[in-house]
């Protein structure tokens, strides 16, 4: 079965030359000082945004939603991995990009969740809840999801994980501004009303950015990319946002529950796995960070979709 999902023969570490390799397009490196030096900079202001609007009570907001928030978690950190690596293997990704797919499937949902939930009749609280304790076990849960698939995906993929000494960078980019932010919106609430909004627009602009500078960088094999692993993550994409809905409804979780986690699980914080793919000191690669930039653009279409699909779903059903 390894072999089925390894059709690049590949016997050194990311970058190496490939040109030799037919089946291996040629790699246009993220080099750039500027767009290097910005990533950390991008997520620190997505994670920001996210703080600004969380307080403690979101958290111990669980409570409140017990069996819906357990089954969105679940659905999220076990059961999106496994899809996801079912997916990659019978889409035969290349490794490099197998291993970008299962840093999406691992990522946390985004702020932009939010924003779908609202426009659908979701349970945003619910939605905020879900981005706060997924933001806070991401940091052990992602790690663990990179190194399995780096070791199991790349050759000397076991030196190629997150290692401890970059286990603290995870967690100072992830959860550092979220601290920041929700620390403003404790000592200066107003202050953090008026930042809020504009935070949350900036987010979008980044994420926009990042994801067009991760493109262009790559624009040389992007028809090859998208050839690759647009479908896999069409089909991912597609996957998440139904599991988060139907496995909460299965369960007995409510509609408007069950669409906010459907949309917290079906989209993801790009951001967050395009930094930790490009970055130098974490994976390095432009090319695990094609599938988090393709999926960032993939979800803004099939998101709008989904919501009026099961909100029409839901108009039959109570006007039957």
């Known amino acids: 079965m390894r072999e089925q999902v390894r059709p690049w023969r590949n016997d050194r570490l990311l970058h190496t030359d490939c040109q030799n390799l037919p089946a291996c397009p040629r790699m246009s490196a993220m080099d750039s000082p500027l767009i290097l030096a910005s990533l950390p900079f991008a997520l620190g202001i997505v994670m ?20 819906a928030a357990v089954v969105a978690l679940l659905c999220q950190i076990v059961l999106l991995p496994a899809i996801c690596f079912g997916l990659v293997v019978a889409f035969r990704l290349p490794p490099e990009l197998a291993v970008g797919m299962m840093v999406v499937a691992a990522s946390p949902g985004g702020p932009t969740a939010n924003l779908f939930s609202h426009l659908f009749g979701g349970n945003v609280a619910l939605n905020v809840t879900l981005t706060a304790v997924n933001s806070v076990l991401v940091v052990v849960t992602l790690p663990i999801v990179v190194n399995l698939s780096a070791g199991y995906f790349l050759p000397g993929g076991a030196t190629l994980g997150l290692q401890f000494d970059k286990l603290q960078q995870v967690f100072v980019m992830v959860l550092g501004p979220v601290a920041i932010g ?101 994976l390095n690669s432009a090319e695990i960070a094609i599938p988090g930039a393709v999926y960032g653009i993939v979800m803004f279409f099939t998101a709008p979709g989904f919501g009026s699909l099961i909100s029409r779903r839901t108009r039959t059903s109570s006007a039957l």
């Open 48 to 67: 920001l945004g996210l703080g600004l609007g969380l307080t403690l009570d979101d958290f111990r907001r669980v409570g409140q939603y017990p069996k």
């Open 182 to 282: 929700m620390l403003v919106r404790a000592l200066a609430p107003r202050v953090a009303q008026r930042l809020n909004l504009p935070v949350r627009v900036l987010s979008v602009v980044v994420l926009v950015t990042v994801i067009s500078a991760v493109l262009y960088g790559e624009r040389e094999n992007l028809v090859d990319y998208f050839v690759s692993v647009g479908l896999a993550v069409l089909a991912f994409n597609i996957v998440s946002l139904l599991i988060g809905y139907g496995v909460p409804r299965l369960a007995g979780v409510d509609h408007g529950a069950a669409t906010a986690a459907g949309f917290e699980i079906g989209i993801h914080n790009t951001a967050l796995a395009i930094t930790i793919a490009l970055s130098p000191a974490l």
